[in-house]
């Protein structure tokens, strides 16, 4: 369990002691000290002492510091989190635990929707905070809050008489998030719905059931216009789809025998099963015609996870170029993308040029 003192932490703590022997769980603390506060050594020492208290393995790491005063670790909201997650899972691995429990709960849910939407942020950006996630190979992360406000985890840990170590970076106002939990959600509780918080979490859980759907039939659909590239289209392309695929896949994977094309499952032919084992030569191009049978938010997708692959950023501008390809004329062509790549229509294909590959 991840836990840094606060309240939301320590409900979650005191919940899975009180249900731990129903499901015979083995649990243990981990506190991540960023070193970015005076007191944050004293809010180690917290932790460590509620450990002790209810008689559970304690796991610290701190942030090294190039200085006395000074962490080697930017402020920042995105580095602290890649940071923590890391070392979670290292934590994790060395210990033997296969899953790491964070105590997010629905107003988390609800300040990353409205923070993500302020951004521009599609459904997928909205929907950040899943149920459960993998984190590392053999490591699992779980949120089993997500339906639970502060609020009501407050109320918690005063009845169950638990004192909450306050962290003073909560309240400062210069962090986006502070000011969403602090100023923008009261505002709309007070103004709008009282049920904001638990309303937005809703909303991002319907999401969020989309985003799994879309994602899925994306990557079928790009599976699909990426596997015409590797067959010999003057003879039977379904064949030499599937034969092809299934070389790459053995060739790759010892455990995964080749059986010949005619046992290979159609929900096999998928892009967790087959994109990542393809070279990257085979990655360049995709066929349009197939892609232009998809309705454009599946194109879209489609589009954006091509970009991934070839390790070609994404966002939205260049997503849009890319898919305006599906349906130009001949020879048309995107401007060069950062890093020099340019996109281009080649008869039934749209054809990425690395500049490094040239």
Same mark, same amino acid.
């Given at each position: 369990? @991840? ?59 701190? @942030? ?11 402020? $920042? ?23 790491? @429990? ?167 032919? $998928? ?88």
């Amino acid at each position: 369990m @991840a836990v840094s003192g606060g309240q939301d932490s320590l409900c979650l703590v005191k919940l899975l002691i009180d249900l731990r022997s129903k499901w015979d769980w083995e649990l243990a603390i981990a506190h991540l000290d960023h070193a970015w506060r005076p007191d944050s050594a004293d809010n180690a020492s917290y932790v460590r002492e509620l450990a002790n208290q209810w008689q559970l393995p304690f796991y610290l790491r701190t @942030a090294p510091s190039q200085t006395i005063s000074e962490t080697i670790l930017p402020k $920042t909201e995105a580095s602290a989190r890649q940071w923590r997650y890391q070392l979670l899972g290292e934590i994790a691995i060395s210990a033997g635990y296969a899953y790491i @429990a964070t105590a997010h709960t629905a107003t988390d849910c609800a300040e990353t929707l409205l923070f993500n939407l302020t951004r521009g942020s599609g459904a997928d950006g909205i929907v950040a905070l899943a149920w459960q996630r993998s984190l590392t190979e053999g490591v699992t992360l779980v949120r089993p809050l997500l339906e639970v406000t502060r609020q009501q985890t407050g109320e918690f840990c005063h009845s169950a008489e638990i004192a909450i170590w306050e962290d003073a970076t909560n309240r400062d106002l210069k962090y986006s998030r502070n000011r969403i939990r602090l100023e923008l959600l009261p505002y709309l509780a007070k103004h709008f719905n009282q049920k904001v918080e638990s309303h937005l979490a809703q909303t991002a859980e319907l999401l969020r059931a989309d985003v799994e759907y879309l994602e899925t039939a994306a990557g079928e659909l790009l599976a699909e216009a990426l596997s015409f590239d590797i067959s010999d289209t003057s003879t039977n392309t379904s064949t030499n789809i599937s034969t092809n695929i299934s070389t790459n896949i053995s060739a790759k994977n010892p455990d995964i025998q080749d059986t010949g094309a005619k046992n290979i499952p159609k929900k096999d032919l $998928t892009k967790k099963n087959i994109l990542g084992q393809l070279p990257r030569s085979h990655l360049s191009r995709v066929n349009r015609r197939i892609l232009a049978k998809a309705h454009p938010a599946i194109q879209r997708r489609a589009m954006r996870q091509w970009l991934q692959l070839v390790q070609c950023s994404p966002n939205f501008d260049r997503v849009e170029k890319i898919v305006a390809l599906i349906s130009a004329p001949n020879r048309s062509r995107t401007d060069t993308f950062p890093g020099g790549a340019i996109a281009r229509v080649e008869g039934d294909w749209i054809v990425l040029d690395n500049k490094e590959e040239n």
